[in-house]
């Protein structure tokens, strides 16, 4: 009969350790390599959607997602997340982007409203989680229903129901709204840029960030998405270089959704939904954040 020496017991004993080392690493790793690649790409979506993905070196590496939306596109449809405040004084269930996608059998979706209560600590240690109820913040209408409440301090991004769209800073949609969502400041209006907060130290480091656009009909929408947090591959843009492209794009009104880790841009295919970003949750690339509210949209194939 073999013998099994102590040196080959220790062996083994250190192997096994190195593995259960090892594979939280691995399992940390390897969504940094599921992100799309540092590559340029331009293509159509759906009927009346087309999508740019641009890459960015200098002054440091950004990724940037642009979607084109003709709102006057047969088949266009606008789509908010729907709330209502209960007894527990919240209006909506947390989702991530991708969920709301697939519940609602949307072609496209972003995040929209800022949200509370929040906290983001550790992996295993945030909030809201799914499903937990949670606040938005300024105007949120879904369906002609307005469930969460105008705020002064949060312009709001109006949908008719015809798709026509507009701005609104005072932060109230105009009565027959069908959809609408609020940001927290309005970056270009009637084709300028607003002035930046020099006080506000978000508006001046790079960041991710998700921003609305309108022409002046309000009948193409641009959503602009930017990649933020992942140094390397994208660590995002400050305020007035949002700006900066959002002029060169001619658009008339502007609106800074919420962004940071609660980026993302998600469309539909035959597998489900497909995230198109790079966000980062919990300091973890490809990790979606369920959020209390979105803005989606139907399409034809």
């Known amino acids: 009969m073999k013998v099994i020496s102590q040196r080959s017991i220790e062996l083994a004993v250190k192997a096994i350790i190195a593995i259960l ?19 340029n790409e331009t293509r159509s979506l759906f009927q009346g959607i087309s ?47 991708s969920q709301f996608l697939e519940e609602f059998k949307l ?5 929209a409203n800022f949200f509370s209560p929040f906290k983001e600590k550790a992996p295993w240690d ?7 109820r949670v606040n938005n913040v300024g105007q949120a209408i879904s369906n002609g229903k307005v469930y969460s409440e105008p705020n002064f301090n949060f312009p709001v991004l109006c949908f008719a129901a015809n798709n026509r769209a507009q701005i609104i800073a005072s932060g ?15 970056l270009i209006q009637n084709g300028k840029a607003t002035t930046i907060d020099e ?8 960041y991710p960030r998700v921003v609305a ?6 009948e193409k929408l641009w959503l602009l998405l930017v990649d933020g947090k992942q140094r390397f591959y994208s660590e995002g843009l400050k305020a007035s270089e949002v700006q900066e492209i959002l002029l060169n794009l001619g658009v008339d009104m502007a609106l800074n959704l919420d962004g940071g880790g609660s980026t993302t841009l998600a469309m539909a295919t035959p597998a489900g ?29």
């Open 21 to 39: 080392l090892l594979v939280p690493i691995i399992i940390y790793n390897t969504p940094f390599f599921s992100r799309p690649p540092l590559t």
């Open 51 to 97: 999508y740019k993905r641009e890459f960015r070196s200098l002054p440091h590496p950004v990724m940037l997602h642009l979607v084109n939306i003709d709102l006057t596109a047969p088949g266009i449809g606008v789509f908010v997340t729907p709330g209502t405040q209960q007894s527990d004084k919240m209006e909506t269930n947390a989702r991530t982007a």
């Open 107 to 111: 072609q496209l979706a972003i995040n």
């Open 126 to 132: 945030y909030f809201p989680k799914n499903g937990d």
């Open 172 to 186: 109230t949609c105009p009565e027959g709204t069908q959809e609408g969502v609020a940001g927290n400041k309005i």
């Open 199 to 206: 006080d506000n130290s978000q508006d001046l480091k790079n």
């Open 213 to 218: 656009a309108l022409d002046k009909k309000g």
């Open 273 to 301: 939904a497909k995230v198109l970003n790079a966000p980062i949750h919990n300091k973890i690339p490809m990790q979606e954040r369920p959020i209390a509210n979105h803005l989606g949209f139907y399409a034809n194939n």
